[in-house]
């Protein structure tokens, strides 16, 4: 019998079991703002991130009326998360992102705001606002981050060092009471082995309360594309890709859960890498060579 996530890796559900006593749905929405970082970074296509189920629709009620239905089919739970996560989710004009968020936060399934955004589109005053519209309810604020490495964050077109990142870490830490994500890219150009399994033991060193990880995808129209096409990117394999994840989390305390393991660009936008299977079967070989190899998080945690 094959072993649930949690004897490998602390997972998103067996934490929203204890936490909150059930599984929450979560429904995907977008403030149509634009990315402060211009050109974007080189993996980035916003197309390829917008949910289907809320394509066409403007403001966020439109979008909450639209694909509400949807989430309510798929996930059998009262409790949901408003999820904003194209583009960067807090920048723009305060009171803009004020109403948009309150619309969400006006329905009562929603208990949790999560918003992913670019920690230099953090600042004492949005915190403040968020504060304001969450009332009673949570709010999670997951910070793309990618790698501590300042040279791959220049190649990558980040738009930020570390440094920044770090600043932001800190406001939200000693100001708040959000739960802070941070998300990561395994298989970023001209990182080693070694390079990925530093910015996780960095990771660790911080203590985020939860990591969004995934490997590096080529999307159409993007500076990544034509890097691929001119032979100056290889995409992982899966099996490579499960090598590194597999130790990259064994350097994690098992305090961080782990929201995500694999992403999947929307089809008509995904170049490369093709890997053949779906995430049930990613996940049954995973925990393969993690079991074959004697992997879990934070095997190599050195306290």
């Given at each position: 019998?094959?072993?649930?996530?949690?004897?490998?890796?602390?997972?998103?559900?067996?934490?929203?079991?204890?936490?909150?006593?059930?599984?929450?749905?979560?429904?995907?929405l977008?403030?149509?703002?634009?990315?402060?970082?211009?050109p974007?970074?080189?993996?980035?296509?916003?197309?390829?991130?917008?949910?289907?189920?809320i394509?066409?629709?403007?403001?966020?009620?439109?979008?909450?009326?639209?694909?509400?239905?949807?989430?309510?089919?798929?996930?059998?739970?009262?409790?949901?998360?408003?999820?904003?996560?194209?583009?960067?989710?807090?920048?723009?004009?305060?009171?803009?992102?004020?109403?948009?968020?309150?619309?969400?936060?006006?329905?009562?399934?929603?208990k949790?705001?999560?918003?992913?955004?670019?920690?230099?589109?953090?600042?004492?005053?949005?915190?403040?606002?968020?504060?304001?519209?969450?009332?009673?309810?949570?709010?999670?604020?997951?910070?793309?981050?990618q790698?501590?490495?300042?040279?791959?964050?220049?190649t990558?077109?980040?738009?930020?060092?570390?440094?920044?990142?770090?600043?932001?870490?800190?406001?939200?830490?000693?100001?708040?009471?959000?739960?802070?994500?941070?998300?990561?890219?395994?298989?970023?150009?001209?990182?080693?082995?070694?390079?990925?399994?530093?910015?996780?033991?960095?990771?660790?060193?911080?203590?985020?309360?939860?990591?969004k990880?995934?490997?590096?995808?080529?999307?159409?129209?993007?500076?990544?594309?034509?890097?691929?096409?001119?032979?100056?990117?290889?995409?992982?394999?899966?099996?490579?890709?499960?090598?590194?994840?597999?130790?990259?989390?064994?350097?994690?305390?098992?305090?961080?859960?782990?929201?995500?393991?694999?992403?999947?660009?929307?089809?008509?936008?995904?170049?490369?890498?093709?890997?053949?299977?779906?995430?049930?079967?990613?996940?049954?070989?995973?925990?393969?060579?993690?079991?074959?190899?004697?992997?879990?998080q934070?095997?190599?945690?050195?306290?």
């Open positions: 019998m094959e072993k649930h996530s949690k004897y490998y890796y602390s997972d998103i559900l067996s934490f929203m079991k204890v936490k909150y006593g059930k599984k929450l749905g979560k429904i995907g977008t403030l149509h703002t634009p990315c402060p970082n211009d974007p970074c080189i993996f980035c296509n916003k197309d390829s991130f917008i949910p289907q189920t394509k066409g629709a403007v403001t966020v009620k439109e979008q909450m009326e639209q694909g509400f239905p949807y989430v309510k089919r798929k996930y059998p739970t009262d409790s949901f998360i408003a999820y904003f996560q194209d583009n960067t989710s807090t920048y723009g004009e305060i009171n803009y992102l004020s109403e948009s968020f309150e619309t969400a936060l006006s329905y009562p399934e929603i949790i705001l999560a918003l992913s955004t670019r920690p230099d589109s953090i600042y004492p005053e949005l915190l403040d606002m968020l504060k304001t519209v969450a009332k009673d309810k949570e709010v999670w604020l997951e910070l793309g981050l790698s501590v490495h300042d040279e791959t964050l220049k990558i077109n980040r738009g930020h060092l570390y440094a920044s990142f770090m600043k932001a870490f800190k406001m939200i830490r000693e100001n708040t009471d959000f739960l802070i994500g941070v998300h990561l890219i395994i298989g970023l150009p001209g990182e080693t082995d070694e390079m990925i399994y530093d910015t996780f033991r960095e990771i660790n060193r911080i203590k985020p309360d939860y990591v990880i995934h490997h590096l995808q080529v999307v159409k129209r993007t500076e990544l594309e034509r890097m691929y096409a001119d032979g100056k990117y290889t995409p992982l394999t899966a099996d490579k890709y499960i090598e590194l994840f597999s130790n990259a989390v064994s350097y994690l305390d098992r305090s961080i859960v782990i929201q995500r393991i694999i992403s999947r660009a929307h089809s008509d936008q995904l170049i490369a890498p093709k890997w053949g299977f779906i995430n049930e079967e990613f996940k049954h070989k995973l925990f393969e060579y993690m079991d074959k190899q004697g992997i879990y934070s095997k190599n945690v050195i306290s």
